[in-house]
């Protein structure tokens, strides 16, 4: 994996899955962290304001990917994917992790820190990052390169900047 920057936020509820997914990732040189909070459990925002921070953030440039945790991850999937140009995912668990990339070409996965243990939300992280869009499913990469196209195309039918 070349350079790339990853911009993380979470409310209250995923305050501490963010801090351990932060700090594995600034172990990792070939990794950038830009860490919207929140910063402390005694500054709480919540999800509606935190997502928003990262969307932007993969849509002007300044981050590469996004991970965003609250209590499920589902209040914040719901925010991320209101921004054009962002393709966020819940993911539980390492396969669904990996198969967001790999099929859904997701710049963004959100996850539930009421759901995810640390040490399993960081093998998610990483399982993600180490994978392409298609990689691993090269015999369907026309029909996922197609269906990314398709839903990109309902993205500039429905969505206005």
Known sequence: MSHVKIAVASDLSGFPLKQEIANHLKSKEEIEVLDFGIE???KAKPYFEQAPLVARAIRDGTADRGILICGTGQGMVIV?????GIY????????SGERAKIINNANVITLGGWITAPFLGKEIVDAWLSVDFTEKMEMKAD??????????ALEEENFKV
């Not at 966020?88 to 396969?95: E, K, L, N, R, T």
């Open 143 to 152: 029909f996922l390169t197609n269906a990314f196209n398709q839903v990109q």
């Open 88 to 95: 966020a995912c819940v993911v539980d668990d390492i396969f």
């Open 40 to 42: 402390s459990e005694d």
């Open 80 to 84: 991320a994917n209101k921004f054009k």
